[in-house]
């Protein structure tokens, strides 16, 4: 079953000679629970392309379809709760909130949206990042690599419908790096997470299901493209 699909997207800044396509004509799909690399240099529109993904950019043209919604049939009112429920962002830098604690920064999705943290999810979730003996530090009290651990759990306390990781271990040296790709392996096993991760990295690209390349906007290699049926076949 997928869980996104993306068709024709375009986003064009500019207009006449000022116009630049940062995305051009972009589709594709992505079955549910599957881990996606979007690689490609710098400039080559994988970032646009996340944030119109995950409601933070409109598209000039084309369509998202997030389970099935078209996600920019909603209002802007609609769309905040959009991303507050059904998207999870990671960014490179951690963008933690330094007075609260890394419990409270988890959690924090969760109480602007007016909800209580289920306790046995909270748990898990804290099980699952390794930062049980750290949930009452402040984020000046914890590593690079932990930081980032707080930033993934503030993403995945909501049980997102997808997950959207730009460079997120873009920071870290190689050993964080490898232990928060272990990290997205896990929430994608146990979670059941779909995660599509931006990235410039070769060796964080090639422990995806899936690579995606883009150059000028456009995608010049898909080594996962599927037909809809052999998605659904890849639910069952």
Known sequence: MEILKVEDLCKVYGKGENEVRAVDGVSFRV????????VGASGSGKSTLLHMIGAVD???????WLDGQDVFERNNRELAIFRRRQVGLIYQFYNLIPVLTAEENITLPLLMDGRKPDKAHLERVLDLLGLKERRDHLPSQLSGGQQQRVSIGRAIITSPQVILADEPTGNLDS???A??????????RELKQTILIITHDESIAEQCDRIIVL?????????GAQTQEEADGHAL
Request: hydrophobic letters at 30%; glycine letters at 8%.
């Open 31 to 38: 079955p549910k629970g599957q881990m996606v690399a979007v």
């Open 175 to 177: 050993k964080n790096s």
């Open 179 to 188: 232990e928060i790709m272990a990290l997205f392996r896990r929430s994608n």
């Open 58 to 64: 409109r598209p000039t043209s084309g369509k998202i």
């Open 215 to 223: 150059r000028d906007g456009r995608i010049v290699s898909d080594d």
